[in-house]
């Protein structure tokens, strides 16, 4: 159990961190591409995990993968086969299992995820510059961690 310092710190921390990722949400808006979707964070999840993946996915598969309730997941699906005029997604019934929707990328969907992808990249990058070569060097060493404690949680 941390001390009352320790979580007055701890909570610090994690307010700074918060307003980051607002920075970087901020940031992203600001430098939108002319004519490329707008996307949400839950949609670019969905897109990620569709482009990562090595095999069909459904709509359930997607779902637990981000930790959305199946209503939120629902609208995600929507959004993203309607999002532009060619949809990002693919939707088909499972040959398998009639209750389950397969999902696939579309071309649409590959340049969609791949343009925003590489816009927060773009960002992230451009804001790293203004950081020393070694504090880059320990912040993608906490990093690391981080990631480590979440991918275990």
């Known amino acids: 159990m941390p001390t009352l310092q320790q979580a007055e710190q701890l909570k610090r921390f994690a307010e700074e961190i918060f307003e980051v990722s607002k920075d970087f949400w901020a940031a992203q808006s600001r430098s939108k591409n002319r004519g490329q979707a707008e996307i949400t964070e839950t949609e670019f999840l ?13 709509v359930g598969d997607i779902q637990k993968q981000i930790g959305v309730q199946p209503a939120q997941m629902s609208r995600v699906i929507r959004a993203l ?14 040959a398998d299992d009639k209750r389950k929707v ?40 906490i990093l690391r961690q981080i990631r480590e404690i979440m991918r275990k949680s």
């Open 81 to 94: 086969e309607n999002k532009t005029d060619a949809p990002l997604i693919a939707c088909r019934i499972n």
């Open 102 to 141: 397969d999902v696939e990328l579309t071309p649409a969907g590959k340049k969609a995820h791949g343009g925003y992808r590489e816009m927060k990249l773009g960002n992230i990058g451009k804001m790293l510059l203004g950081l020393p070569e070694k504090d880059r060097a320990e912040l993608m060493r």
């Open 46 to 58: 969905a897109l990620d995990i569709l482009a990562w993946s090595d095999k069909q996915l459904t």
